[in-house]
């Protein structure tokens, strides 16, 4: 993944690039952009095949419009190239005059035409696609053998990642400017093949009129706090965790997880279970005191509460850290006891339910993942963590961020338990709480990656370090290239 200054990690929905489009019309011709667009189809189809049969499926409408101008790029480069249109343009739009410029053959649009070249340019409808994709237009996609697809494969809704009727996988998929939320979702997202961003000189100004409220979670989207030659363990942050006295090993995990991701102390709350708690991490402060003679300390500011409580240990201890005024991370146990109870999580700073966590407490998330997280952090004030293969991180002000920074092994027992102790340190630093929740889970991910194939939750710890390091690096650098996911 390639590191991006922070106005390059926005993510537009359909709508929202719609806006940015006509914006843009008001500077650059409509026609001028569908051209670069052309243009960068050919040079990454230039850049990844060799010459072949390429039949370019044209839709009626700007996505169409692309799709002439790719195949016009394609023709003067030497490639067999014919075009068949869905429909053709309306007279007198930018894609009827890009249209106009293709002077290679035009044959049916109709699947014999589809199987018998190499390759599709999959130009038929974009990722503003407001109805199922039918037949016959979803026969003539499923007879392609390779389809390239222009911004995402027809079928799929650009918005939400949602397969509309019918969509092709891609292998290659070239997109315009800025991504858009269904090229990080999954599963969709294993849709688009290999998926090149390309600038195609969008103005800025058009940019800057609307403001992206989503965006793809990397460094530079937020900062970890770095050291200095008077940091110490206050202010690098105390993390305090409640233990329960049945599953200790959930707790040991996020502790773990709060001190390698860089907290300068973690305690625990172990009542009278703290002899056991002892006996493990030497570096790990256990308490035996009463939770509201802990809670005392100022110092003690940021709380996990859930990982190895049981239902009716969390209806002891979540009350009494809300009611102090503690910046507390929800989890596990804390989860599965408000399930049916929303009211019982109010006051509480972030969370991090897994789908079936989730379904329980908000309901099913539904064919619309990003605005349903995005509802459920409005309704309880917190961030929202929606662990997944697409993990989304949604602020009670609207902001959400996507995450597919990390590796499918992370999906093992333990692992969701070392996540909320990252983000808990990165609370402890003073980060805000959003911004907290998306570094903590772009480090995780990132430990993933460090510790190979098949770790376990413990292998992790080992590698956050590696993981903070390189989180600074990417925030240091600065410029662009070409975005390739």
């Known amino acids: 993944m390639l590191s991006f200054p922070l106005k390059e990690l926005g993510v537009y929905a359909p709508d929202e690039m719609g806006a940015v489009d006509r914006r843009a019309a008001q500077q650059v011709s409509v026609a001028t952009l569908m051209n670069n667009a052309g243009r960068a189809v050919a040079r990454a189809m230039r850049g990844t095949m060799k010459p072949a049969r390429v039949l ?3 839709g009626p409408g700007n ?6 101008a790719a195949a016009c790029c394609l023709l003067e480069a030497g490639w067999p190239v014919a075009v068949a249109a869905l429909a053709e343009p309306k007279a007198g739009s930018a894609a009827a005059e890009v249209a106009a410029r293709f002077v290679g053959p035009r044959v049916p649009f109709a699947a014999a035409e589809a199987a018998r070249v190499d390759v599709v340019v999959d130009a038929v409808f974009g990722a503003g696609l407001a109805r199922d994709v039918a037949e016959p237009v979803a026969d003539v996609l499923r007879a392609a053998r390779r389809v390239v697809a222009v911004d995402v494969p027809s079928g799929v809704d650009g918005g939400t990642g949602q397969v509309r009727g019918y969509a092709p996988s891609a292998e290659l998929t070239v997109t315009f400017c800025r991504y858009k939320p269904a090229h990080l979702l999954y599963p969709v997202r294993e849709m688009m093949g290999r998926i090149v961003l390309a600038d195609i000189g969008m103005p800025p100004e058009a940019l800057d009129a609307q403001p992206p409220q989503t965006w793809l979670n ?3 989207l937020w900062r970890v706090p770095e050291l200095t030659p008077e940091s110490h363990k206050y202010t690098r942050g105390v ?6 006295e049945t599953m200790p090993g959930a707790a040991r995990l996020c502790a773990s997880g709060a001190r390698a991701a860089g907290a300068g102390l973690v305690r625990l709350a172990a009542g009278k279970n703290a002899p056991a708690f002892r006996l493990g991490d030497p570096g790990m402060i256990v308490d035996d005191g009463p939770l509201e003679v802990l809670l005392e300390d100022a110092r003690r500011h940021v709380w996990v509460c859930g990982p190895g409580l049981t239902e009716a240990e969390v209806r002891c201890t979540l009350p009494r850290l809300v009611e102090a005024g503690r910046c507390v991370l929800a989890d596990a146990g804390a ?3 408000a399930a049916g109870q929303l009211d019982a999580l109010r006051g509480v700073a972030v969370m991090t339910p897994h789908i079936g966590e989730f379904t329980g407490v908000f309901g099913a998330v539904g064919d619309d993942a990003p605005a349903r997280v995005r509802q459920a952090a409005r309704q309880t004030g917190a961030v929202v963590v929606l662990k997944g293969a697409s993990t989304l991180i ?3 002000d609207g902001r959400l961020a996507i995450n597919i920074h990390a590796t499918p092994a992370l999906g093992t027992a333990g692992s969701g338990d070392t996540l909320s102790g990252v983000i808990a340190a990165m609370l402890a630093a003073g980060m805000p709480a959003w911004e907290a929740a998306c570094a903590g889970v772009w480090l995780h991910g990132e430990a993933g990656l460090h510790a190979g194939p098949w770790p376990v939750a413990e292998d992790l710890d080992r590698h956050l ?3 903070r390091a390189e989180a600074t690096r990417r925030q240091r650098l600065s410029g662009r290239e070409q975005g390739v996911i």
């Open 56 to 58: 370019v499926l044209c």
């Open 239 to 244: 993390v305090s965790l409640c233990a329960g």
């Open 218 to 220: 990397a460094p530079g």
């Open 335 to 337: 989860l599965s006891a």
């Open 63 to 68: 996505n169409g419009g692309d799709g002439y």
């Open 465 to 467: 370090g590696a993981a």
């Open 394 to 396: 949604a602020a009670p």
